[in-house]
């Protein structure tokens, strides 16, 4: 967990409580995925049922001396796999507008920009909400 969290606190704007990280571990396992090599954590994913059918990443981040080697692309296919199981229809998240390497990744995986809410993070910046339809 403290590898996670410190992978957090480098790479991911919002400052959040560590306690956080154990409560969405304990709420949803199949939601909370790490990438390894060589036994060191470097990138992991989280994600949340927020309906019955539907999923939301939380967090996706892959340390920055690790990046473009598939390791976010392995993240997301393994959250496909654990929740293929669950009936889960959609998976959606928020994305800060001027965020255009995760937008891009996720456009990649065949997200799709549904809404932009404005004044969506602590620091006022809005986000867009992505979507992608998996059954
Ligand atoms: C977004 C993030 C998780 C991507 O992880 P990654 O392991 O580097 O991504 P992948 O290697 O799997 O990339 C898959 C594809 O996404 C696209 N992509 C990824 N990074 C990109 C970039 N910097 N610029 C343009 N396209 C990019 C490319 O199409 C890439 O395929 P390619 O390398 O064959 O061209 C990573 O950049 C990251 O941790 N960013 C900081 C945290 C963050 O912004 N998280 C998302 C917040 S919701």
């Known amino acids: ?16 409580n560590p306690s956080i990280f154990n ?10 995925i790490i990438a390894e090599i060589a036994h060191k954590i470097v990138g992991f994913l989280i994600a949340v049922k927020v309906k ?6 939380l967090m996706l ?5 690790h990046r473009r080697k598939k390791i976010g692309t392995m993240l997301l296919n393994e959250l496909y796999k654990k929740i293929l199981k ?6 959606e998240l928020e ?3 001027d965020n255009t390497t995760a937008i891009k990744f996720y456009e990649k995986h065949g997200f799709k ?3 932009k809410i404005l004044h969506f993070y602590q620091n ?10 998996i059954l």
Do not use: C, H, W
Request: hydrophobic share 35%; aromatic share 14%; glycine share 4%.
């Open 1 to 16: 967990m403290f590898s996670v969290i410190k992978i957090a606190s480098n790479t991911l704007p919002e400052r959040y």
């Open 23 to 32: 409560y969405f571990y304990e709420t949803y396992p199949q939601g909370f």
């Open 52 to 57: 019955p059918n539907i999923a939301k990443i």
């Open 61 to 65: 981040a892959v340390s920055k001396q």
């Open 86 to 91: 669950e009936n889960i229809t959609a998976i």
């Open 95 to 97: 994305v800060r507008t």
């Open 113 to 115: 920009i549904k809404n």
């Open 124 to 133: 006022g910046e809005p986000a867009y909400v992505m979507r992608k339809d």
